[in-house]
């Protein structure tokens, strides 16, 4: 073992013996410190890392027991040896029960002292390393348990929860991003949502740049002053689907000795493990929206809508957020299927889908329902919004010639009705159904738009 690795405090009111244990130890290699009083002896351990204190039984003020009992109550408690020349068994066994690693007995044979203080730091390294050891095959566990994770709703709140234990802190957001634009908070610990937002926001170019984890740069600092965060208290994690920004974890209140800690590479390997695990589930989503989607028109299906409305309705309720179901159905469409036939009746439909796109956030979903009706999921959206929305979707549509590149420009309209989570309604089946009752309550006059407050009363 290195011996000059160690630390050592020697604790004797008696001249002679302090003398004589400096000297001895300082010939074995190891640093030593000197105290003639169990007073400054518990001050110089708060204030250094001590690897063992070699410490008098009886002493004038704080005696050997009580610096013993002081170097166990350390977060990370030095090995005590127990000296005296007044001996006892029932002072020994008080010594050893209160957590000293030896007891040595005035006078003692010099090569005896260091051999127990050899052994001991002995013991204490191989401790050390096998406590290591045994996070690293923690961290091997949990890594290896996140990369299998193909579900992103289970695998980003995880690794934010993960990463949180892991760095000792306690505040943080995770976010993902639909095309690479605007961020949607996918986890969140002791943030208020419109904070995380703006935090993440700030850092995104950064993250954009960045491969792994990583601290904010100084290009970003004052943006951090002024949402009152330290940059070198912040850790953040990009996560990617190949070089595509999709994501990130951000950590707020990590303690600033991180980026020289000797567990910053065993960080490192567990958010190697999560990236993989995003990695995986982009392409088990990927392959999960194959299914999902309408071969038409390119948006998604009526069954991804259900699984889009309940992930949305969890999110809602996580982060305290409303959104709105918005249901479109295009007036008299059969007339354009009735005069040109069911191939340009398709090409009309696909360029709504493309309209559809052009009017909506990429953070909305939008659904073609079947036939000639089309639905959106509108993320933090509230019924004022969503209202806005229909009227930009419902003006376009009518102002649209479709099928003006096939020689024959056709003109339809759209009705739309809507309904806003929890505003209108708390549980998935009854958002749709007073969506699906705006929509039809449009239909007796059509091109019209309607909410919930525009549903007749029976």
Known sequence: MISVQSNILIVDDEL????????????EGYRVDVCD????????MLQREIDLVLTDMVMPGRNGLEVLRAAKALPNPPDVILVTGHASLESAIDALKNGARDYLIKPFNPEELKHLVRNCLDQRKLLTENDHLKRQIHLFQTGQSLSSLIDLERLIPQSLDILLREMAASIGCA???????TPSLAGLIDLPAEFAEQLINALLPQLDESMGLCQPGDAVAVKLVKLQQRREQIWMLPLRDGDVLKGGIIVCDVAENL???SSLADLRYL???ISLGFTNACRYQDAQELMHTDDL??????RFMQVSLSREIRRSHRYGLKFSLLFLDLDRFKEINDSYGHLAGSAALQEVGLLLVDCVRDVDTLFRFGGDEFAAILVETDDRTARIVAERIRKLIEEHAFL???GTPSYVTVTAGFSTFPTDATEKLQLLDLADRAMYAGKTTRNVICGVVDIPKD
Do not use: M, P, W
Request: charged share 25%; glycine share 8%.
């Open 16 to 27: 002679f013996f302090r003398k004589l244990y400096r000297d001895l130890l300082l010939e």
């Open 37 to 44: 009083n169990g007073e400054d002896a518990i001050a110089l």
């Open 175 to 181: 976010f993902t991003l639909k095309n690479g634009a």
């Open 259 to 261: 980026a020289v800690s």
């Open 271 to 273: 958010c190697d493990q």
């Open 297 to 302: 028109t390119g948006l998604y299906n009526h």
């Open 404 to 406: 003006n590149e096939q």
